[in-house]
Structure formats: structure tokens, C-alpha cells
């Protein structure tokens, strides 16, 4: 089965800090996602890469950065972090090219920013 | 990009089966559809996908008209257990390099009680 890995199930920041959330998956997939989730807005894409060093912004990447130098890895980065990106934050990966649309999610990180 | 619209929420009873639409006018030749589950606190997992006509699993049936601008997922007797939120994705294929930009609607929530 595909594991997609994320580091942190819970993190609590502070406004202005810098947060990193990390996601690996195992299965060598090319795609990689990362979604935010909030109550009455379901899931909003940030950003994605399709391949190593490759990112393309999503539908609301602003406040955020992702950094993906493996292929098994991509980070999620909120440079200064505010208190309106307390949310959960789902990592999810899918195969490739030939990619029909079926997505592997992990578990979740539930960020919350005093 | 092709965005989807669902209902909000629905209600059932144990042992009955229910039957979620999705509407996708605007979808393209290329994007496949696909149901997602998601129980509260973890990530959704995939249910079912098709392109044209009807797809069944063990889990639910898929039913897509010819002109592909709905689709339907059905849950036959329905248990306590499938109390989730349900999302309808369509597989978009503007960004170059292969990789897909996936996003998802707001999702229905399915409440099912005894």
C-alpha cells in the first residue's frame, strides 16, 4: 500500500514563526499536493509538483512556499506564520503522467498559530 | 478548469441506498472522475473513478450519463459506518509537464442513522 507520511499530526506556533511541515511518500510517485482544510471551505489546494525541483501554485499559495529536492519529499513552508493559517494541512501524492486522479493522502497536520 | 458543485448535506437511514450527484458542466475530454471519503481527522480516501457510462466496485457504483456533465455515486445500504463526507474531483489537465491540478469541491456530508 502507498503511505504518504506526515511529520507532525500536531503543531502549535506563534505569529511570525517560521513552520515547516514535511510529507514523504513511498511508492516513487511523480505528483505531490498540499491542501489546507477548513470547516465550510473543504480542501483548497496551496500548491503541487509534478517533479523533483518543479512547483506550480494552486489555487491559494499566498503566505506560503514549498520546497521538493527529493522525489519522495515536499515541504510546506509559511515564511512568518498568521493566525489565519491556523488549519489543517493535508499532503497528498499520485502517480504521474499518466494520472487519472487518484490521490493518497496522509493523515494530516493540524496547525494551530497563537 | 472544471469545477464541481454537490450538495451540501444529505440524510439517511441504515440499510438504505443513497445516491449523491455531482454536477460538472464544464468538464473536459481528457479528466476522469473520482469519489473521495473522508472520516474526521484523517485524509480522504478513494472510492471509485470513471470516464463514461457506469463503474461499479465493492464499495459503491458510478453512474455517468453520456454527456458527462454529472455523475453519480451510489452507496447501496447504506450502515452507520459510512457517515463521511463525500467529495466529487474531476481530473484537470491545464498545467504542462504532465502533472494534473487537482482540486476538490466543498464536499456532501452523509449522516446516517439507525
Known amino acids: 500500500d502507498v503511505k504518504v507520511t506526515q511529520s507532525s499530526r500536531y503543531l502549535v506556533k506563534r505569529t511570525g514563526e517560521k513552520v515547516f511541515l514535511e510529507c514523504v511518500q513511498d511508492?516513487?510517485?511523480?505528483?505531490m499536493f498540499w491542501y489546507r482544510q477548513d470547516p465550510g471551505l473543504g480542501l483548497r489546494l496551496i500548491y503541487f509538483?509534478?517533479?523533483?525541483?518543479?512547483?506550480e501554485k494552486g489555487d491559494i499559495p499566498e503566505g506560503y512556499s514549498v520546497s521538493r529536492e527529493k522525489k519522495e519529499r515536499f515541504s510546506l513552508i509559511l515564511e512568518s506564520a498568521s493566525t489565519n493559517q491556523t488549519s489543517m494541512y493535508l499532503c497528498?501524492?499520485?502517480?504521474?503522467?499518466?494520472?487519472?486522479?487518484?490521490?493518497?493522502f496522509g493523515e494530516g497536520s493540524r496547525l494551530t498559530v497563537l | 478548469l472544471a469545477k464541481t458543485t454537490q450538495p451540501i448535506s444529505m440524510d439517511s437511514y441504515e440499510g438504505q441506498e443513497v445516491n449523491i450527484t455531482c454536477s460538472h458542466n464544464?468538464?473536459?475530454?481528457?479528466?476522469?472522475i473520482t469519489w473521495y471519503q473522508q472520516f474526521p481527522s484523517q485524509g480522504p480516501r478513494f472510492i471509485i473513478q470513471?470516464?463514461?457510462t457506469k463503474v461499479t466496485n465493492e464499495v459503491a457504483s458510478l453512474f455517468i450519463p453520456a454527456d458527462r456533465k454529472s455523475s453519480t455515486l451510489s452507496l447501496p445500504r447504506v450502515s452507520l459506518s459510512d457517515t463521511a463526507v463525500y467529495y466529487c474531483l474531476v481530473g484537470d489537465h491545464e498545467v504542462t509537464g504532465g502533472g494534473n491540478k487537482l482540486t476538490f469541491g466543498t464536499g456532501t456530508q452523509l449522516k446516517v442513522e439507525l
Open positions: 509538483s509534478y517533479d523533483v525541483k518543479m512547483k
Open positions: 497528498a501524492s499520485s502517480l504521474g503522467e499518466y494520472d487519472t486522479g487518484e490521490l493518497f
Open positions: 470513471g470516464y463514461k
Open positions: 464544464n468538464i473536459a475530454t481528457n479528466d476522469y
Open positions: 511508492m516513487d510517485h511523480e505528483n
